[in-house]
């Protein structure tokens, strides 16, 4: 199951790498915070503190681009 889900937020983020790559914005924002949501939730449960950390600051890195993008 976890597996499911791994592969699931990597295509997700290579999903929003490519609309990065092809300009789609604001869409990319969104689909990779979606991506690195699930990153979190798995270093968490697989207790990877520095994936866990590191995805938390991307994933901060969006909102806060995506605050900036409706704001």
């Known amino acids: 199951m976890l597996t499911a889900f791994e592969w699931l ?3 997700v983020l290579l999903a929003g790498v490519a609309l990065t790559s092809f300009n789609i914005f604001p869409l990319n924002l969104w689909v990779l915070l979606i991506g690195n949501l699930g990153w979190v939730i798995l270093g968490v449960i ?4 520095s ?5 938390i600051v991307i994933t901060l890195i969006y909102v806060v681009g995506i605050i900036k993008v409706y704001v």
Request: charged content about 15%; hydrophobic content about 50%.
């Open 46 to 49: 697989w207790r990877k503190w």
């Open 51 to 55: 994936l866990t950390v590191m995805q």
């Open 9 to 11: 937020c990597t295509i």
